[in-house]
């Protein structure tokens, strides 16, 4: 049985330390070189040189934070001029003062309009299915009361009634639209369904 | 000999510690760069998405700070002159809500040939004070249709709007013109012009006013908007004001005074209505 050489017994008895001594020069070289590359990526390219789309422009990620600033600067400044504005409207009080006293109104008029906006939309080319002959209105109760009478030759005036009370509640003007009762009689002209409704105007804002 | 090889041997080792060190530095640096990236990525994120909205707002508040800057020194005066005189005078509010109601009835007659007519007018003889303004009383029986009369108390309903924007319900004029913002920022003056128009002048061809003030809008959005600016009350601007604005321009009745329907009683195609003349 021969020996093995010294060379190949060496680095086991030295242990860890003559590898470090043949990594140390290449791995202190290619840390220094790392860590400067590194560092130069790092300050070359910064976030901010890089462009980004905002709302179909192209623009740099500075230029987004500064451009921000100015518009909401801009903003701030349009709203201190609108309310230097409003305050100068002082100079025309008569003004104010219709304005004032038109908020206070109750819409009629606008509401009748829409009320029979809405009752022509139900006639057809042969018959006009809705009469109101009983209207009365009265600003201190802020209501307006419809009487009439819903008539259909084909027995479908309980759903032309409640077609039609669930277009006075869509009405903007009306706060509420008072639940008619649904009697079907027999008429001449057809079956027909009276109703009393009454309308409500919201409290003035 | 043998201390020199020692100390080469423990720069090696110390190199090799320095080149580590220099290792777990650069990959700090590379965690930190890319830290930075992530955060500004969500900060533009942030500022993309709110930048847009920002720009529309800013050319929405300017459109509107120039038009009303421009309405303060050209048309407010103007306005407030009309506005004492016929809209809410100081003297009796009687001959010109007369003039109103007299004229309103007649386009109504014309119209619905002969089948409207104004009854009687009566006004009490005494002023109520309500401290910021004055009432007085009165009554009108008119005989027509529930048309007719929705039609003349609609009119009724626009007394005190000069323009345009007056007969807009709450909102809609900011909902008008943030919509165009969006779409065509340039569109914006002929916008602001619109709601700063006579509501009259308005009133006697609203097709073509409306037309012209939309021309710079999209062709997709110009039936939205035509759509809110009839549903924000300018439908029944075209009801009741259309069809008697030509002859309320021939005989010099506009604006319409304040008057304000107190109550309101119908017996056949007897009307009776209730009336409030207000004054300062």
Redesign the interface.
Known sequence: MTSLPEAAVAPTKAGF?PV?????????????V??L???G??FLL???RFP?H??GKVIR?AD??A??QR??D??DQ??Q??EE?VK??D??P??S??????AE??????T??????L??SFRTTTIDPIA?????????TRS?VLRGRVTDPTGGSNHILASFVDGLRTL?TVSTVSEPEYIQEQTPEGMSTPFTITIRFADA? | MLRNALRHRHCLVSLFFVGVLSIILACGVIASHVRTFSVKRDTAVLIGTSLPELRTSVALLRSTVEAETLFARQARSAREEQAAAYIFPSGSPVPRAVLTLEQLSLALRDSTNGQFSLGSLTFSSKTENKGTHKILDGTAVMRGSFQDVARLLGVLSIGGDMMVRDALAPGVEEQFLRAIGTDQPLALRAAQDFLYLDLLEYALSPDLVEQGALSGVSDALRPTLRQMLLQGGLAEVRTALGPVAERLKERNVWPIPLIQVTSLSREGSEFRVGLGLLSR
């Open positions: 330390l470090l001594e043949r990594l140390g020069l290449p791995t202190f070289l290619f840390g220094i790392f860590l590359l590194t560092t990526v790092t910064t976030p901010d980004v905002v709302g990620l987004l934070a451009e921000e518009l909401q801009e903003l349009l709203n001029n609108r504005l100068s409207q100079n025309a008569i003004l003062q219709v304005y004032a006293r038109r109104m109750l819409p009629i008029g606008t009748l309009l829409s009320v029979e906006s009752r022509s109101i002959p009983g209207v009365t209105f009265d600003s201190v307006l903007t804002t």
